[in-house]
């Protein structure tokens, strides 16, 4: 009995010039852009290219540690790299090239003189944290996608800013590609999956969970304001009245339900604050663990500039959270959607939140392209 040999794995190209004498393919050519250290969350991309271009595409993947994007007393040095098992990875999940330059090819010379600025953009949240960290992407990103010449860009929406600022660049800069944004991967506790969840002991990871836990805390108060509404809308204001019949007859819970039911017919809506103060709690519990967490930000943004969403908000917005435990630092997020109050035709009232627990983590399922320009919402 004979086997068939196993299939090819990607060319590997270390060179520009080797990337420019690439023969193309008749279908379209996708990029996955990596720093290398790739774990499910990279195969899962790759995956979405390689459904998306078919058998007549091509996918590259880069893998480059990407030095202007790291600021002082950031892990540029001990960052793992790890080519031999990325090549493995990529060609398993579908990758036809792996383009893994050294920095003197990326950067004949040094340093770039002229450099890609984010603006507004790049100064929020992230960019505040790490200053001219989204200049140092927006720069690797578009050499890179000079360098590949793609017809499509996959990118995880687990770095949503960076998705949404490299979207706005493709945009105002008339980049001739899609991007396209591919879901988080989570692992089994929820811990979104990254390449610096290695360095975390295990103590330090049972603290990082509160990122997840928070942003699934702030889903569900979100879910369960929505249902009490619907309630309140199909029950109307005499609920209240039903709650002191109940009472007086001793149905303590039930009349505390109708009382609930009732202050949510009649409550100014407070979707955005719910949110936010269901998530902080989880972190502020999250602060007194051993180890603790240490919280640098929790931001409920608008995804089409990364401001701030009012109370008043209606339309999708982003959850985004970053903290360091330890000498680790991670970010994660989640999508909610703000709706109105079931019967009211305004911008305000109920928010519901998209399910971290079944879209986000379903691989290789795009969920929004930005070829006109990242999502935008009402204010």
Same mark, same amino acid.
């Given at each position: ?22 023969? !193309? ?44 994007? @790291? ?27 792996? @383009?893994?330059? &050294?920095?003197?090819?990326?950067? *004949?010379? /040094? ?33 890179? #996608? ?20 490299? &979207? ?9 590609? $899609?991007?396209? /944004? ?15 969840? !290695?360095?975390?002991?295990? *103590?330090?990871?049972? =603290? ?17 304001? $929505? ?65 603790? #967490?240490?919280?640098?930000? #929790? ?16 339309? $999708? ?17 989640? !999508?909610?959607?703000? !709706? ?21 983590? =379903? *691989? ?9 320009? *990242? ?5």
């Amino acid at each position: 009995m004979t086997t068939s040999p196993p299939p090819p794995g990607p060319r590997l190209l270390h060179t520009a010039a080797a990337l420019r004498d690439l023969p !193309r393919r008749t279908g379209a050519r996708a990029v996955v852009m990596t720093m290398g250290a790739l774990h499910e969350g990279h195969a899962t991309l790759v995956r979405a290219a390689r459904a998306r271009v078919g058998p007549q595409g091509q996918v590259v993947v880069t893998v480059f540690v990407n030095p202007l994007q @790291f600021g002082a007393g950031e892990d540029l040095d001990r960052y793992p790299r790890t080519l031999d098992a990325d090549v493995v990875l990529a060609a398993e999940a579908g990758a036809d090239v792996v @383009f893994a330059p &050294s920095a003197d090819e990326v950067y *004949p010379g /040094g340093e770039p003189q002229i450099r890609i600025a984010a603006g507004p953009m790049g100064t929020l949240l992230e960019g505040a944290s790490r200053p001219g960290h989204f200049d140092g992407v927006l720069t690797v990103v578009a050499k890179l #996608l000079h360098l590949t010449a793609p017809d499509i860009a996959f990118f995880g929406q687990k770095d949503a800013q960076q998705l949404a600022v490299i &979207s706005r660049m493709a945009t105002d800069l008339n980049f001739p590609v $899609e991007i396209v /944004g591919v879901p988080t991967v989570r692992e089994d506790d929820g811990l979104a999956l990254s390449s610096r969840n !290695r360095y975390l002991s295990a *103590p330090e990871r049972r =603290t990082a969970l509160a990122l997840s836990a928070a942003l699934y805390a702030a889903r569900d108060r979100l879910a369960a304001e $929505e249902a009490l509404r619907a309630r309140a809308a199909s029950v109307g204001h005499p609920a209240q009245d039903r709650a002191a019949a109940l009472a007086a007859l001793g149905e303590d819970r039930a009349a505390a339900d109708a009382h609930a039911v009732a202050c949510a017919a009649a409550g100014p809506p407070h979707g955005p604050s719910v949110a936010r103060a269901a998530a902080q709690a989880v972190l502020t519990d999250a602060a007194h663990l051993d180890p603790p #967490l240490h919280l640098d930000y #929790l931001a409920l943004v608008d995804p089409s500039d990364f401001t701030e969403v009012p109370d008043t908000y209606e339309g $999708e917005a982003i959850l985004a959270v970053a903290a360091k435990v330890g000498t680790t630092r991670l970010i994660d997020n989640i !999508r909610l959607v703000f !709706r109105p109050a079931p019967g009211t035709g305004t911008a305000t009232a109920v928010a519901t939140a998209s399910a971290p627990d079944t879209a986000e983590t =379903t *691989p290789g399922t795009p969920t929004s392209t930005t070829p006109q320009g *990242p999502l935008g919402a009402h204010r």
